[in-house]
Every structure is written in structure tokens, then in C-alpha cells.
């Protein structure tokens, strides 16, 4: 069964620091893993989708790193914005399955 | 795109009464999926579509539970009796060949209350 685990659970920075979000999972018998955004009381927004075949995938001051072998991604977020608080879910999918981390809480406090 | 639209955002209810939960896919996904939000558990996979026909329900947590989707533009799910426990946010979402290539796209979400 696969298992996803995100750390830390909870992250508050101050506004322009880099970020380094993580996101390992156990089985690595993916077909790609995508990491989503949900603001509070909100529906998820995705941020990146990496397939298995990638290494990384970037969006505006977001990029996201896949090492399928050891089971890892991170999200690296480049100078933060006060914006950019809410939790960051990571999802893998395998098989006919999505499976979700339990997220980073961000805050970015100005 | 409208993106996935579900409906209600909102729904209070009482103990025993049925609740319909509604999604509409995105136009030429194919795929279609319930997940349950809560604190304790997080997002779990209720049961996933392909092509309209049930592929795996074994989220579903208990018969008081069933989902449909009768045509490739509208999937309904049903908790008949509601219960207290059943009180989450329910997402749907969709996918274009089950999200392998494209991923996956949310909809806002139903924030069910039962009382």
C-alpha cells in the first residue's frame, strides 16, 4: 500500500525567504506525482505535475524535483510571498489511485 | 473550461435524512473521482470512474454510501442514512485517461454537516 508523508507538517517563514517543502513516498512504482495547493475552506489547486520520466518541473518562482528511486520530491518555493500561505499537498499516482500526503501548512508572514 | 463543478457548496442536514452530492466532470475527461476530506484522515479515494462504469469502490466506507454516474457529464454521491461521522469536505474530480498523463482537476468541494 502506498504511503505518502510530507514533513515538516507546519512551516511559518518570513516574506522573501526560499522554501524547501519534502514529500517521500514508499512505493516508487509511480506514474507521476503532483503537488496542489488548498487555501482554507477551499477546493485543491494544482501547482506541478511531474511524470515519472521527469526529474523536475518549474512554474513562476515554484519547482518541483522527482527522485523516483529514493521515493522523494520537494516543492522549492523562491522568495516567498505572504500569498503563498496555505497547505501544500503531494499527491502520488498509481495503479488507478491518487494517494495524498497530509500536507504542509505555510504561513509566510510579511 | 468551467473547471469541475460540484453542488451544494454548503449542506447541513439531519441525522438519517439523505444527502445527493453532484459533479460535473470536466467536458472529455473520462475519468471521475470522489474523495473525503477530513481532519483525522485527510483525502481518502471514495470510488473512481472510468468511462462511466465504477473501477474501484473500495473507499466507499459502508453501504449507506453509493455513487452513480449515468452519463459522462454528471455523477451523483448518496449517504442514505447520514450519519454525524459522515460530516467532511467531499471532493470530486476528474481526469483525462485517469490522470496519468494530465493529472487531476478538483472541484471546489462539498462541506457536509450532519447534525
Known amino acids: 500500500k502506498q504511503e505518502v508523508t510530507q514533513i515538516p507538517a507546519a512551516l511559518s517563514v518570513p516574506e522573501g525567504e526560499n522554501l524547501v517543502l519534502n514529500c517521500s513516498f514508499t512505493?516508487?512504482?509511480?506514474?507521476?506525482l503532483q503537488w496542489f495547493r488548498q487555501d482554507p475552506g477551499k477546493g485543491l489547486t494544482s501547482l506541478l505535475l511531474?511524470?515519472?520520466?521527469?526529474r523536475e518541473q518549474t512554474s513562476g518562482r515554484l519547482n518541483a524535483s522527482l527522485d523516483k528511486s529514493s521515493g522523494r520530491s520537494t516543492l522549492y518555493i523562491a522568495a516567498s510571498q505572504p500569498g503563498d500561505s496555505a497547505t501544500y499537498l503531494c499527491a502520488v499516482y498509481a495503479g488507478s489511485r491518487l494517494t495524498f500526503g497530509e500536507g504542509t501548512q505555510l504561513t509566510v508572514n510579511p | 473550461d468551467a473547471g469541475v463543478i460540484q453542488s451544494p457548496r454548503h449542506e447541513v442536514t439531519e441525522m438519517g435524512q439523505e444527502v445527493t452530492l453532484r459533479c460535473k466532470p470536466i467536458?472529455?475527461?473520462?475519468?471521475l473521482f470522489w474523495y473525503r476530506q477530513t481532519m483525522m484522515r485527510g483525502l481518502e479515494l471514495l470510488i473512481y470512474?472510468?468511462?462511466?462504469?465504477?473501477?474501484?469502490d473500495s473507499g466507499m466506507p459502508e453501504d449507506r454510501f453509493s455513487a452513480k454516474m449515468p452519463n459522462a457529464s454528471f455523477s451523483t454521491l448518496k449517504i442514505q442514512p447520514s450519519e454525524p461521522r459522515d460530516s467532511a469536505v467531499y471532493f470530486c474530480?476528474?481526469?483525462?485517461?485517469?490522470?496519468?498523463?494530465?493529472?487531476?482537476?478538483f472541484g471546489s468541494g462539498t462541506r457536509l454537516t450532519v447534525v
Open positions: 512505493d516508487s512504482a509511480i506514474y507521476n
Open positions: 467536458s472529455g475527461h473520462n475519468s
Open positions: 470512474f472510468n468511462n462511466n462504469v465504477p473501477i474501484d
Open positions: 511531474i511524470q515519472s520520466s521527469q
Open positions: 474530480a476528474s481526469s483525462f485517461r485517469s490522470g496519468q498523463d494530465y493529472g487531476y482537476t
